[in-house]
């Protein structure tokens, strides 16, 4: 039975356990986080040659997480590595080894800090959780940082792109949205949803793989709460499903062929999004994307249909 008090946030959950790792303040603590996340910036490099999903090397922060890095080599039943915070400071670290996930815990900011390596396709989804005085998690306090191996290319964001929107936005453009979120992080998916004019989000949802694409940021996104109430409506899922389903087509080999899937339905999303306000678009463009439109409101698929395409 795992803790109700672990269970604050779908797919963070945890049971207590003793790890082989101590802090620097010589306490012995661990708690082994039952967690199936993706990385978010995995989206940003479909279509690329995969690589193997295996912590061994040096890894580079972006977004939140940029000027921050994390070494990190297998050593016997567990891993060793070396944490580097974006001021300069550094601790190493044993961890444990939980399949091909590492788990520690470090000291940041006066507190210590549950951090969770997950290695997937170029680059480490990495979770830190603080504890309480008690050695509880605090939850509510949880983050995902993105990292990627070191001398990887990042693509640069296509026309229309826009910086993340930050807390409190009230209005975007749907264009800026379609444009720009497979590069924000879940909070900036979940204030950039919630800033969208209405009618924008309708025309998302006719969209049904670009709809689970942003179902799965804001299920991993803090307070996502009002969003989602939005965002699955009549989508036939709920967080647990898409977190566990979009890891299980990163596992089996499909979640390329999902992102092939989002990125065209997104591309024929963004003109009829760019007709629909106004921009200088051409008849026979707009046309195409109102023809598809058509087709997708009569279609009843949904991000339900989607997901169980490549789970």
Known sequence: MVPTRYCQKPGLCATPRIGRYQTKRGKGMGRSIGMVCALVLVALFSGRAAAQDVLDGRYLGVGDATG????????????????????????????????????????????????????????????????????????????????????????????????????????????????????????????GFLALPPRFRTVIRLFPAVQLDVI?????????????????????????EVIEGVANAQRSGSFEAYKAEVSEQRAVLLISVRCADGYRMSKTECDEAAQHVSQAAISLQTAATVLGRYR
Do not use: H
């Open 68 to 191: 921050a890095a994390i070494e990190i080599q297998p050593e016997g039943d567990g891993f060793e590595g070396r944490f580097e915070d974006s001021s300069g400071g550094r601790q190493t670290f044993d961890a444990d080894r939980l399949g091909e996930v590492a788990e520690t815990l470090l000291d940041m900011d006066d507190r210590t800090v549950l951090m969770r390596i997950t290695p997937l396709p170029f680059g480490a989804e990495v979770l830190l959780v603080p504890l309480d005085p008690d050695g509880n998690l605090v939850t509510d306090a949880a983050r995902v940082e993105s990292f990627v191996r070191e001398g990887l290319e990042i693509p640069e964001p296509g026309e229309g792109f826009v910086a993340e929107p930050a807390d409190g936005t009230t209005r975007i453009t749907g264009n800026s949205f379609v444009a720009s979120y497979e590069f924000w992080s879940p909070r900036g998916v979940r204030n």
């Open 216 to 240: 799965w940021k804001l299920c991993l996104a803090p307070d996502g709460d009002q969003a989602l109430s939005l965002a699955l409506r009549g989508q036939g899922v709920n967080c647990q």
